[in-house]
């Protein structure tokens, strides 16, 4: 999972986060190729969606790109959190 964070009043900075799991052997070469044909290619176009945000837009919350493997199947999720919960 990777998690962005824009500025808030204790942090002045932009924050990503990634998160990763391990992989059964056997589906690691499946990954891999999903990996660079579909998932970093999404994810590269995700944050830069993000950062060309200004910083006072009301989309530049939390957000959040995660990518699940699972029954021989990949699901990629986008999320946008626009609740001020998440603000440090």
């Known amino acids: 999972m990777h998690i962005f964070w824009p500025p808030n009043d204790n942090i002045s900075y932009k924050r ?3 998160t990763t799991r ?3 052997k056997e589906i690691i070469p499946i990954i891999k190729k999903k ?3 579909l998932i ?3 994810f590269v176009l995700w944050i830069k ?3 060309s945000l200004p910083n006072n837009s009301p989309n530049f919350k939390k957000h959040i790109f995660s990518v699940n493997y699972e029954n021989n ?3 990629q999720n986008q999320l946008r959190i626009t609740t001020n919960y998440y603000n440090e």
């Open 22 to 24: 391990a992989l059964q």
């Open 49 to 51: 969606s993000i950062l």
């Open 73 to 75: 199947s990949l699901e």
């Open 35 to 37: 990996k660079n044909e």
């Open 40 to 42: 970093f290619p999404d």
């Open 16 to 18: 990503l986060y990634i």
